[in-house]
């Protein structure tokens, strides 16, 4: 379950988002505060989602209505399972990107200068027919995963998935680490610069954790209720946490030497993945360019499975959900999340440029999905969820679900209460801010 758990945190938002998030704001300096994020704010706040999840051995929804005797606090349940389903639709669409380059790899349709490169990803997710296809094929993968279940689905998926995808990540960072030139890039994740550290910096790194681990999705919840009553609740959050980490470290690893190898800027954004590392991939091994095409396939292999382990933990919120409160069999609920979350998906895909109505406020329906439930309600659900548990929620319960029953130790209980009583909520509020531009 902890390999699952992983898999749900760890995805696009490590291999995909990390590293250009660490290419735009100075690379090291940025990754120590990223570490320091993650420790004072995400391990704290998985920590609460676990404690609900547990103690309330249900759907995100029904847990959070059982700690909260049906009161208000109910709806910060169903605010993380609607962000859960929201995230699945247009998540399954970069999703499906990640399959397209598989294709594209394994056909030979990558190999080509840096105008190419970008004009190939320009059309295809412009096109109105293979990206739908694509989103649609990557959920009905991940709901062959669901319908089997957690022990018989996710977690027998998760064991082979998750130890996969490291292994290709090694195999991918050594023979990227190998360029020649790679020791900037290596210098460029390890030697930190602080005089690049300003404000964004911290409020960047502060939002990655935050996105990165997964918190206020319904995921870590929806997880946490089906662990046992000896799961050490508190270790867990931290080898969730070393893992996912440990994972993004690896991506910089994996990219950074490569990029800069061939002169290729860290700071190239969003783009890095699917416009700029074919070049990457293309130059570096021109020499050779059968282990180009071989690098190229592992890589965005190794992509998909990020995406679907992720995919996998989102479509189970609202499949818990949907068969818990609506009384269906977990086969109807998982097809009508992967029915419903497809029609999301196809319009989501289409927005972003073969049809041009599907825009709101000047923004696309993907950019708005993402808007939504990135910089509205994963900051609103965490920073609500902080509150519900260390100030509603009664002490007894969460030390109880803290040190088992007291059969483990109570040692960093006062440590863990007085982050998710004040240090959480706070930086997730000056995070929420920020990203509204109020400061």
Not at 379 to 393: D, E, H, R
């Amino acid at each position: 379950m902890i390999l699952a758990t992983a898999g749900g945190a760890v995805g696009l938002g490590n291999i995909w988002r990390f590293p250009y998030m660490a290419g735009e704001n100075g690379g090291a300096a940025f990754i120590l505060i990223y570490l320091a994020c993650v420790f004072l704010l995400g391990i704290p706040c998985m920590l609460s989602e676990f404690i609900i999840g547990r103690h309330g051995s249900s759907n995100t929804f029904r847990a959070y209505s059982k700690l909260s005797g049906g009161n208000a606090w109910r709806f910060v349940g169903l605010l993380g399972v609607l962000t859960g389903f929201l995230i699945t639709g247009y998540y399954a669409v970069v999703s499906g990107w990640c399959l397209q380059y598989v294709y594209a790899s394994v056909m030979g349709e990558l190999s080509g200068d840096a105008s190419y490169i970008g004009t190939y990803f320009q059309e295809f997710s412009q096109d109105p027919l293979r990206p739908v296809c694509w989103t649609v094929a990557i959920l009905l993968i991940a709901h062959f995963v669901i319908i089997h279940g957690v022990r018989g689905g996710i977690e027998k998926a998760s064991k082979w998935m998750m130890p996969t995808l490291f292994v290709l990540l090694l195999v991918i960072v050594v023979a990227s680490c190998l360029l020649p030139g790679a020791g900037k890039g290596m210098e460029f994740l390890f030697m930190p610069d602080f005089a690049k550290v300003d404000k964004d910096v911290f409020l960047g790194a502060l939002g990655q954790s935050f996105y990165s681990l997964s918190i206020a999705m319904g995921c870590i919840c929806t997880y946490a209720s089906y662990y046992r009553r000896q799961t050490n609740l508190l270790q867990s959050a931290v080898q969730v946490s070393l893992v996912d980490t440990f994972i993004a470290i690896l991506a910089g690893l994996m990219i950074f030497p490569a990029a800069f190898s061939v002169g290729v800027s860290p700071d190239s954004g969003p783009s890095l993945i699917f416009i700029t590392l074919p070049n990457v991939f293309n130059q570096a091994f021109a020499a050779v360019p059968a282990v180009g095409w071989v690098v190229a396939l592992m890589f965005y292999a190794l992509l998909s499975l990020a995406a679907l382990t992720s995919l996998m933990s989102l479509h189970e919120v609202s499949t818990a959900f949907f068969y818990e409160e609506l009384h269906l069999s977990r086969a109807k609920g998982a097809v009508l999340v992967t029915v419903s979350t497809a029609v999301i998906g196809a319009f989501c895909s289409l927005s972003l440029g073969a049809v041009d109505f599907l825009t709101v406020g000047g923004k696309s329906l993907f950019d708005l999905f993402d808007f939504v439930t990135g910089q509205l309600f994963l900051p609103i659900g965490g920073f609500l969820t902080c509150l519900f548990v260390g100030w509603y929620v009664p002490r007894k319960i969460v030390r109880d679900e803290f040190t088992n029953w007291g059969t483990v130790s109570r040692q960093f209980f006062g440590i863990y209460l007085f982050a998710v009583r004040y240090i959480c909520p706070l930086a997730i509020l000056v995070v929420f801010l920020h990203q509204l531009d109020i400061i």
